[in-house]
């Protein structure tokens, strides 16, 4: 039995091989690569979490008024239900998507540039989807989260927002002209920052009465010599050129490299051609020079467009870039 079963296996092993011999080979494949996706600014969660500024005053709008969940949670987010106050009589219909929004208060207190009311500052909490229709109420489900929403939140139709492409490195320059179009400023960050960076949401006081567009990108600019956190006011502590610079002692010199600068203009004593008591600062030669190049610190393009205001990320940052800066449409 066992030299039986020691043939049967031979044979089975030599059958085996004989069929795998005579099977062709796979032919090969080649997989060509699909075509290269766009590159874009921003993604789904900025675009749709980033906030306005709307001028306009809220219309009466379907509201979030209870959970299914309510008697364990008072936040909700991705894939929670929950209950709206409107329903068929109301317009709403199985299916249908709403943006969910949060007014924050009138914008005050914020740098601008423009006179007058901007608008109210309106959050982005993420989006919903109706499955379920009475009468007076609806059932919904959360399927994106931006913040986690409150009962009292507000419902809106999803805003139409594309991503607009990249700039690319010979597109920005640091050293250009003003372009001579509207200008305004940086007012406010989302998040309550001062100091921004790239991919960052902020708020201008451009809108669509200033001609300005999504897809639009602006310089990030400041007068020369402002904008930073610290600075330096007596840059020069030298000893008076009317005494001497030597030491007490040993009278080493009239002369030391730690000493004031002479004002040419005005120090000639005498056609020798010495220089005397006033001594020339940098701030003097700022004051009397002529108009210098402004500061650009960074780049942002615009993601959407209110009536005063406008909502843009930053896509570029070579320098510290902060609420109250200058921008322009280039």
Request: charged share 25%; glycine share 8%; hydrophobic share 35%.
């Amino acid at each position: 039995m066992p030299r039986f079963g020691y043939l049967k296996a031979l044979l089975l092993a030599l059958f085996a091989f004989t069929a795998n011999a005579q099977t062709p080979a796979p032919t090969p494949q080649v997989v060509m690569p699909g075509p290269a996706q766009p590159m874009r600014v921003a993604g789904k969660s900025q675009l749709y979490c980033a906030g306005y500024i709307k001028f306009q005053r809220l219309p009466q709008m379907p509201e979030i008024v209870g959970a299914q969940e309510e008697q364990e949670q008072h936040t909700f987010a991705t894939g929670d239900v929950v209950y709206l106050n409107h329903g068929s009589s109301h317009g709403i219909k199985e299916g249908q998507n709403f943006q969910i929004i949060r007014p924050r208060g009138d914008v005050k207190g914020v740098y601008k540039q423009k006179y007058g009311f901007l608008g109210t500052y309106v959050q982005e909490i993420g989006q919903l989807q109706v499955f379920k229709v009475r009468e007076n109420t609806s059932v919904a489900q959360i399927t994106f989260s931006c913040d986690t929403a409150l009962l009292g939140d507000l419902l809106s139709p999803i805003p139409d927002r594309e991503s607009p492409p990249p700039h690319t490195e010979a597109d920005f320059d640091r050293y250009a002209d003003p372009s001579g179009k509207p200008t305004g400023r940086l007012l406010m960050a989302r998040d309550s920052r001062e100091m921004v960076t790239r991919n960052d949401i902020v708020y201008i006081d451009l809108g669509s009465e200033d001609q300005i567009k999504p897809g639009d990108y602006l310089t990030v600019y400041r007068p020369l010599g402002t904008g930073n956190i610290t600075r330096v006011d007596n840059e020069e502590n030298a000893r008076n050129r009317a005494t001497g610079f030597q030491s007490d002692r040993f009278r080493g010199g009239g002369f030391s490299n730690q000493a004031s600068r002479a004002k040419d203009e005005t120090a000639f004593v005498n056609a020798e051609g010495r220089y005397r008591y006033r001594p020339i600062t940098s701030k003097e030669v700022k004051r009397h020079r002529p108009p210098m190049p402004r500061k650009i610190v960074g780049e942002m393009v615009v993601i959407d467009v209110q009536t005063r205001t406008a909502t843009a990320i930053i896509t570029r940052a070579v320098g510290e870039v902060h609420t109250g800066d200058w921008v322009e449409i280039q």
